[in-house]
């Protein structure tokens, strides 16, 4: 993609967004940023905010909000597809998520298109310990979660940016589909242990029923929806479909994946967490 091309990041101040746009920038690209609060504004839920994004745009990072499992998925990511590729954008690049059956059907949406695709089908992140909902619990002292003994190979996002990164900018990407994983799987009680460590303080892991945890989010006013599809991936995604190790990374990058332990270590350091070691 030439250097000059305008790059359209939905869910520019997200997790993985946030991190593609700030070396897009570093690499004197422009960026545009898809989100509510932007000028002009991207929303999901709003197709009159599209077009205006979308003017003079020639790639798309797709970052579906709130998840790919939610009803409608499917039908709004067929619409932007067809409406991103009439504005001119030709590179459309796809975060998906692991072991979901709508994510799948929202990658076969895209690769039925004309578009320059690639696709990101990404484990679950690392950072949601430090950057979601798992943190107040974390720095309370202890996470308690509706999940069994499956571990989860955690993907750093710094390394999906990455990958994002050398997909839009490098050839080599076009028509690739690139599953995601760090390099081990941990359960949420190693997890806990190595946030732990790091960090000196005593945190413990809980798991606990569904109807307890939804009984907690009711109390925190969380929207019924909302609970919906936190338990829906914690007690189904995580069943563990998705514990073996993918090489995405390396396929992409020719480098193995940041290892959780890293995360831990470098997220410990900033003091998110609390503790004696930060």
Known sequence: MENNALTLITGGNGKTGRRLAERLIAAGRPVRIGSRNATPAFDWEDRSTWASALDGVSAVYVAFQPDLSVPGALETLTAFYA???????????????????????AERALQATDADWTILRASWFSQNFSEAHFLEPLQEGELALPVGPAPEPFIDVEDIADVAFAALTQPGHSHRLYELTGPRALTFADVVAEIAAATGREITFAAIPAQDYRAALDEAQVPAEMSDLVLYLLTTILDGRNTQIAHGVRQALGREPRDFSEYVRQTAATGVWGGTHA
């Open 83 to 105: 409406q991103a590729l009439a504005a001119g954008a030709r590179k459309l690049i796809l975060l998906s998520g692991r072991g979901e059956a709508e994510a799948e059907e």
